[in-house]
């Protein structure tokens, strides 16, 4: 059997484990405003709430996952987290369940992500395979199952009601766990590799100004992405369904950027692509914010598209290089800063618009990820390693 197909178990359970939580995750704060009927300052409770748990058991798992740690049952607790959560808020679809079970039960699914790929990089090693191929493959299992979650669970809501949503979680939830047992042997371990000599070793800031670059594009991302729908719909006065098409554009040419950013890494390295990249989303935003028609909008969408599939495979390599003898501990850190910087900036795009409108939020999207590109070339100049 080749070693792609060896991995194709794992790469199935990555899709089930996201599959899972992207059906749960843009919902949960609808379902608190439009379901419960809760003021929209509570979203920042429960995704403050959930975020920070997510953060810290993502560091912990980390460095069990480096020291030698089995990943079975750390996956396992993030099942069992998923399926708690989602039989709670099936049986009892109320505010406490929500900010206690619910914030339990979903902060500890989350952590699978993290703890897959890292263990994904190292199965991908021990087969022959590289990181930054396997990186990208795993990056587009997780677009393919976002491009599917949020859509089926939005979908059902509005025909069947939002509880259906949470009997549709309690069906993933065993359907994961069906994988889980399955799919992922239960010794498999992803130790860190030995210490590279000193002078190989980065210095903890060229990670951390790493991270700083990776927030830059993330939050960059995280305001576009949310005020997108609006402006298209409230200020432009596109039809209803030009924001749906358009995140259809953009997941499309995502993964495609997604699967071509291996030839860039053999052809170009990591930081002369991710230059481009970030160059790129500033040009994407601003085209984003001028948009005043449908074939404009696809256009922008596509260049989103383009730039944030080759930030999502080239960002996790570019962060685990300064972090070598530490990989599942780089890799926490960037889902870590995507999950804040993802936090932070809803609540941001709301108070900026209400202060001015959706264009000025695109229009700020474009200054963040513009300052990306110091914090990149800063990031360069300091590296101690080649």
Known sequence: MSPARRLTPFLLLLFTSTLGNSAIVPFMPFFMVDGLGQPPWMLSVYGGLAVSLTVVLNRIFARRIDGGAQ?????????????LASLSMALSPTLPVMLTLGVLGYGLSA????????????????????????????????STAWMIGPAVSFSLSGVYGPHIVFQLACGLAVLWAVVWRIGLPRDITAPAPPKPPADLISAPSDLWLAAAF???LSIAHGLTFSALPLFFVQEVGLPDFAPGAAFSVKTFVEVIAIFSSSFLIARFGLRAPLMVCTCLAVAAILVLSSVKSLPQMALGSALEGLYYGLFASLGISYIQSFAQDRPAQATAIYWNTLMISG????PAVGLIAQLTDFRTVLLIASGVAALAIPTLLIGIRHARRP
């Open 214 to 216: 990776i927030f830059c």
């Open 111 to 142: 952590t699978s992500i993290s703890a897959m790929f890292a263990t994904g990089g190292h199965m991908a090693e021990r087969a022959g395979i590289p990181r930054t191929k396997f990186n990208a493959w795993m990056r587009a299992t997780t």
């Open 71 to 83: 990943v079975f049952p750390i996956i396992g607790i993030a099942v069992a987290g998923y399926a």
């Open 343 to 346: 936090l932070l900036a809803a």
